[in-house]
């Protein structure tokens, strides 16, 4: 079983930054793929990165790359979000999710633990 718990979000204006952090519970979070994904209002819940169980391999999706940057610290069971120029459609609540698989997946179906989500909000 692992817990997650994302933290970070907050009102910020377009062009800033923002770090988000999701802290697991459970001694085998470093064998887990990890995964962000965000909700805006009306729409569905889309990926957004993903990082594998080593921290070596990473995935973005379109809109994000080149602006996102996910990593890992298994030693304290975090994964980060790291976001830059950011711009109003980023708008969203992000979550941290966990597959068993450890390689990187990007179906939301994949993943096996969810956490509660932290909101985003963009200011133009």
């Known amino acids: 079983q692992v817990h997650l718990g994302e933290s970070g979000g907050t009102l910020v204006q377009a062009g800033g930054s923002l770090r988000l952090s999701c802290a697991a519970s459970g001694r085998t979070f470093s064998v887990f793929a990890m995964g962000w994904f965000r909700q805006a209002p009306g729409k569905e819940r889309e990926f957004v990165a993903a990082?594998?169980?080593?921290?070596?391999?990473?995935t973005y999706a379109d809109s994000v790359k080149g602006r996102f940057t996910t990593s890992r610290d298994n030693a304290n069971n975090t994964v980060y979000l790291q976001m830059n120029s950011l711009k109003p459609e980023d708008t969203a609540v992000y979550y941290c999710?966990?597959?068993?698989?450890?390689?990187?997946?990007?179906?939301?179906?994949?993943?096996?633990?969810w956490g509660q989500g932290t909101q985003v909000t963009v200011s133009s």
């Open positions: 999710a966990a597959a068993r698989t450890g390689s990187i997946v990007v179906a939301n179906f994949a993943y096996d633990y």
């Open positions: 990082i594998s169980w080593s921290g070596r391999s990473t």
